[in-house]
């Protein structure tokens, strides 16, 4: 019998075929290697998975449902569209299913401190939350614009008892958080856990995190058959560093009629700069300790990227997915900032949930390419709830009231 998708991929030292690997300054080198013998010895054996059973259960509250969404699916004709739900896992968001596992290995390994990075404060507010299950101390670097930007996360994380680190270097916003928690993580390696927030950066994150985020993927393929009786036809998630979208694909892969899609944001437009859309845009590359596809510069640096959603704002996307266009497991697509946004109007108003701006763009592309498949089932990940984004999208383009499917 064949291996498992899972089971084969990546190989030992990190690679999906030729993306991934571990890019790493000397100092790093040790501390890595030992972050992944420790989650070789622990994560297949039997007390460490039950705990974090334990959490999905009665912390997160998982299984999250999965919600048939028939008012869209009527007004856009065509296929059926079904959400799973992770808006409803505890901080609303997908995000908590790693961290949990992250901080669970720290535990694991006798480190009571977790360090991270953060953009708009979602993977910092997951990781406070982590940081307090297991009275744990926490270590968030956020630039200034974005602390000024991302307030009620800023309090989210300082309530959940985390320091928030200002970072008032260079352009003050999530690539100098990145350069200031690497550094600071680089002083005090051995008793600090640095938690990356989604499928990117040096193995074994990628293949750790995915591995968290399975769940996602296990839930939903029981769930929908139970619900509709087979596997859905198609299976979407927006990608930004793509753990959203790994996980829920993860249940499906060696599903071979089932189609997976990966939704980028186009953003204003296609100029370097005005999108975040890596798959249709980006070219081979290396940046922060790993090899994959990647929007650089003239000089091979990150460019600049845009998006209305801040958590698909990243120049590269994780190494597996990069490995799954490569063999044409998975197609990626792109939707606009526009586009997001009346999915987003849409989603409130004709389904009673409040989406992410992230989600919204994977609801976005379901909406566009329903009619063209009568009958067909389409299942997408909510990534996560909007309350994030209510003020932002109310303040800049209004409560929708005109926004008619
Ligand atoms: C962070 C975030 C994303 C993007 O991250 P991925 O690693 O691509 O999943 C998507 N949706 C929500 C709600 C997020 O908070």
């Known amino acids: 019998m064949n291996k498992s998708y899972l089971k084969s991929y990546p190989d030992e030292n990190g690679y999906f075929g030729e993306y991934g690997g571990a890019f790493l300054p000397p100092p790093l080198v040790g501390p890595m290697a030992k972050i992944e013998a420790a989650y070789k010895k622990y994560s297949r054996a039997a007390d460490f ?48 299913n790693h961290c949990m596992g992250e901080a669970l290995l720290a535990k694991y390994m006798g480190i009571n401190k977790l360090i991270a990075e953060t953009g708009a404060g979602q993977h910092g507010v997951a990781l406070a939350t982590a940081a307090a299950y297991f009275g744990m101390e926490c270590e968030i670097h956020m630039g200034e614009v974005d602390i000024e930007k991302e307030h009620p996360n800023v309090v989210r994380m300082k309530l959940l008892g985390a320091t928030v680190v200002p970072v008032s270097f260079g352009g003050r916003t999530l690539k100098e958080a990145v350069d200031s928690a690497f550094a600071a993580y680089v002083d005090s390696p051995d008793d600090t856990f640095y938690a990356i927030g989604s499928v990117v950066g ?24 139970e619900m509709v009786g087979e596997l859905p036809d198609h299976v979407g998630a927006c990608v930004g560093g793509g753990c959203n979208a790994m996980g829920l694909f993860a249940g499906f892969l060696d599903d071979d009629g089932v189609k997976l899609h990966g939704v980028e944001p186009h953003g204003t437009g296609n100029e370097l700069g005005q999108h975040a859309a890596t798959m249709t845009y980006g070219t081979d590359g290396e940046m922060h300790g790993f090899k994959s596809i990647m929007l650089q510069d003239e000089n091979g640096d990150p460019a600049p990227v845009h998006s209305l959603a801040s958590g698909l704002d990243y120049p590269s996307v ?39 701006l992230e989600s919204a763009h994977a609801v976005a592309w379901a909406m566009d390419v329903a009619k063209d498949m009568p009958g067909q089932t389409i299942l997408l990940n909510l990534s996560g709830r909007g309350d994030k984004d209510i003020d932002y999208v109310a303040a800049t383009f209004g409560h929708g009231e005109d926004y008619r499917l």
């Open 202 to 225: 040096p193995h074994p994150f990628p293949v750790m995190v995915r591995n968290f985020q399975t769940v996602v993927g296990f839930e939903a393929r029981e769930q929908f058959i």
């Open 318 to 356: 994780g190494p597996e997915h990069a490995f799954l266009k490569s063999i044409d497991k998975v197609e990626y697509h792109t939707a606009s900032d526009k586009a997001a946004l009346d999915a987003f109007y849409a989603m409130s108003r004709y389904e009673g949930i409040i989406p992410a």
């Open 49 to 96: 998975v039950n705990e974090l059973n334990y959490i999905r259960k009665h912390f997160q509250g998982r299984p999250t449902p999965i919600h048939y969404a028939r008012n869209i699916s009527e007004k856009c004709g065509g296929a059926h569209i079904y959400l799973k739900r992770e808006d409803l896992n505890h901080t609303g968001a997908h995000k908590l």
